[in-house]
C-alpha cells in the first residue's frame, strides 16, 4: 500500500463541524486503499484562554513547563480527530511528539531540531488499518523533556514522518488550492503553478509566502520528497513541489512576492577603517538580530555607509544593541527608515535568462516606484520599495512577467 502523509491546517479543526469534515476526508484517502497519517498543529478553541491562566500563576513561567502546557494543545487535536474517525467507524490512533519517537534537540526553548524519528512505531500501526493522527510540532529531548519545534514544526514534522515511512508524498492543506503565481488576495491576476521547484518554493517561503514553511521545503529538498499543496476545504488538484519540473513555456519568472514592515538601517562611519561588516553583522547576529539585504557604500571623498533591512519585530533590539556597542563598532551614527517593503521574482528560469533584473528595474521606474535596495540570488530579485507601493508593485511585475497567461 502507498503511504502518504498529510498536513492539515487550523481551520480544520476549529469547530467539530470542520473535524467531522476532515475525519471523511481521511476515510476517503483510506478508503482508496492508502496509509494515512495525519500531521495536526494546534486547536484554536483549546489555545484561547491558555495564557491567561498561565500568566495569572507567575509572570514568568518556567521555558520547560511553557513548552509542556502548549504541547497539550495539540494533542487534544489530534485526540479529537482520532474520536471524530473512530465514530465513523474507522480505526485511528494519536500519537504525541515522543509516542512517535520524535526526537530533537534542546538547543532553544520553543524552537528545538528534529534529531530522528521511530517510523517502526507506524508501521505497527497500518498493520492493523489504523488512521494515524500525529501531534505536530513536538517531540522529546535527550533527557526526557518535551519539546517544541518552534514556527514551521508541524510541516517539518510531516516531512519528517513521511522521510521515516519512505511515504509517496506530503499532502500540505491550506486555504487556497495550491501555489500561485502571487497572493491572489492581493495580485489580481494571480494563476495557480502545477508544479514548483523545491529551490522556488524556498525562495518565496523565505521572501513573504506563506503557503509551506521554508524548514519543511528544506528537509523536502534534502530527502527528496514531494509534497503536494491542495485545498482544506476542497478536493481539487495541488501544485507539486518537486527536484525538476518540465519548465513552462518562456516563463522565466514563476512567482511574485512581498514582505511589509521592513526597516532599513544605515550605519555611517568617519573612516572607512573603522566600518567593519565582520564586527557589525557578528555583533548583530549574536544579539539575535537578523539581517536581510546588506549595502555597502564605498566611494572616494564622501564618508563610508553601510545599509541593511530588518523586519519590524527585530528594530527595538536592533537599537538597543548599537547604542551599547557604538563605542566598539566605531560608528558615527546610525539612523533608520520605516514605511517600506521587499517585493521579490523568483524563478529557475533567471539563471539561463540575463535582463531579468534589468526588466524589473524598468517597470518599477515606468510606475513610478522608487527602489530603495536591491538583492539578488541566481534565481530571485528583491527589491526594497516604499510600503504604499508594494501592492501595485507586485502586481505590476506580475503583469511585467505575463504570469496571467496559462502556459502549456
Given amino acids: 500500500m502507498i503511504n502518504i502523509v498529510v498536513k492539515l491546517d487550523e481551520w480544520n479543526l476549529a469547530s467539530p463541524e470542520n473535524i467531522g469534515e476532515i475525519a471523511k476526508r481521511l ?7 492508502r496509509n494515512v497519517v495525519a500531521v495536526v498543529p494546534s486547536s484554536p478553541p483549546v489555545n484561547e484562554g491558555l495564557e491567561k491562566i498561565i500568566y495569572s500563576l507567575s509572570d514568568a513561567p518556567s521555558e520547560r513547563e511553557l513548552d509542556a502546557i502548549h504541547s497539550t494543545n495539540n494533542q487534544i487535536a489530534s485526540s479529537l480527530l482520532s474520536i471524530a474517525i473512530q465514530k465513523r467507524g474507522f480505526r485511528a490512533v494519536s500519537l504525541t511528539g515522543w509516542q512517535l519517537g520524535m526526537k530533537t534537540t534542546r538547543k532553544l526553548a520553543g524552537n528545538a531540531r528534529i534529531h530522528q524519528v521511530d517510523g517502526n512505531v507506524i508501521i505497527e500501526r497500518f498493520k492493523k488499518g489504523e488512521i494515524i493522527i ?15 519545534l518552534g514556527a514551521g514544526g508541524t510541516d517539518a514534522t510531516a516531512v519528517a514522518i513521511a522521510k ?15 501555489v500561485y503565481t502571487g497572493d491572489p488576495n492581493v495580485v489580481q491576476q494571480a494563476r495557480k503553478l502545477k508544479d514548483i521547484t523545491y529551490d522556488e518554493m524556498l525562495e518565496l517561503s523565505y521572501l513573504g509566502s506563506k503557503i509551506v514553511h521554508p524548514r519543511a521545503v528544506e528537509l ?3 530527502f ?11 478536493n481539487l488538484r495541488g ?11 518562456n516563463l522565466i519568472v514563476r512567482g511574485v512576492a512581498y514582505e511589509s514592515d521592513i526597516i532599513r538601517f544605515t550605519v555611517g562611519y568617519e573612516l572607512l577603517e573603522k566600518s567593519s561588516l565582520a564586527n557589525l553583522f557578528n555583533t548583530l547576529a549574536k544579539h539575535h538580530v537578523n539581517v536581510d539585504i546588506i549595502v555597502q557604500s564605498v566611494m572616494s571623498e564622501v564618508k563610508p555607509t553601510i545599509s541593511f533591512s ?15 556597542h557604538k563605542e566598539e563598532l566605531g560608528f558615527q551614527f546610525a539612523d533608520f527608515e520605516v514605511g517600506l517593503a521587499k517585493v521579490s521574482i523568483v524563478g529557475s528560469g533567471m539563471v539561463s535568462n540575463p535582463g531579468v533584473a534589468g526588466r524589473m528595474f524598468a517597470r518599477l521606474c515606468q510606475e513610478n516606484i522608487p527602489v530603495k535596495m536591491v538583492s539578488t540570488s541566481e534565481i530571485k530579485v528583491s527589491v526594497v520599495v516604499p510600503q504604499d507601493d508594494m501592492i501595485r508593485a507586485a502586481n505590476a511585475l506580475h503583469d511585467e512577467f505575463n504570469l496571467a497567461e496559462e502556459w502549456v
Avoid: C, H, W
Avoid at 476515510?27 to 486503499?33: A, L, R, S, T, W
Avoid at 521515516?164 to 495550491?178: N, P
Avoid at 530588518?310 to 551599547?324: G, P, Q
Fill in 310 to 324: 530588518i523586519v519590524k519585530e527585530d528594530l527595538t533590539n536592533a537599537v538597543k544593541v548599537l547604542e551599547e
Fill in 224 to 234: 527528496d520528497i514531494p509534497i503536494v499543496v491542495r485545498s482544506s476545504t476542497k
Fill in 220 to 222: 523536502a529538498k534534502k
Fill in 134 to 148: 500525529v501531534a505536530g510540532g513536538q517531540g522529546v529531548d535527550d533527557e526526557g523533556n518535551i519539546t517544541l
Fill in 27 to 33: 476515510i476517503e484517502e483510506k478508503k482508496f486503499g
Fill in 164 to 178: 521515516s515511512i519512505d511515504a509517496e508524498r506530503v499532502e500540505i492543506y491550506t486555504d487556497l488550492d495550491g
Fill in 239 to 249: 501544485t507539486l513541489i518537486k527536484g525538476e519540473i518540465e519548465m513552462e513555456r
